[in-house]
């Protein structure tokens, strides 16, 4: 009889990243919203092409969305622990506040993966 030269099996990953695209379309959604925020200069040279509501509603707005990026990530991080992916929960939270609800959907994916 000859040695099993079955490799052994390999557990699915704990992390995963959404595509780059996701990253690119939110990340600079939200940098464009900080830029017109922020800047009085950026907002004006904007206005004058575009119609936006007053710098104040944009400032809401920017506070609103780190807001929910960090209730994204927090929870993030508990959902990594509840599904098993708890060596990865910090990576999970910061990626989560980075992009948003995308990292969400991947580690829907990484957990099915692992079921």
């Known amino acids: 009889m000859t040695a099993s030269t079955h490799a052994p099996a390999t557990e699915p990953p704990v992390f995963a990243s959404p595509g780059l695209g ?8 939200i940098a464009m919203l900080k830029l017109l925020a922020l ?10 092409t575009v119609p936006l509501p007053e ?3 944009l400032r809401k707005l920017l506070a609103v969305a780190a807001a929910l990026h960090v209730g994204e990530a927090a929870f ?6 509840r599904l098993g992916l708890g ?6 939270a910061v990626q989560t506040f980075v992009v948003g609800f995308p990292s969400l959907l991947a580690m829907r994916r990484v957990a099915r993966a692992r079921s």
């Open 22 to 29: 996701w990253f690119l379309f939110l990340d600079g959604g």
């Open 55 to 57: 710098q104040s509603e």
């Open 76 to 81: 993030a991080y508990r959902r990594a622990k």
């Open 87 to 92: 060596d990865a929960a910090g990576q999970w």
């Open 39 to 48: 800047s009085r200069p950026a907002y004006e040279k904007a206005r004058e």
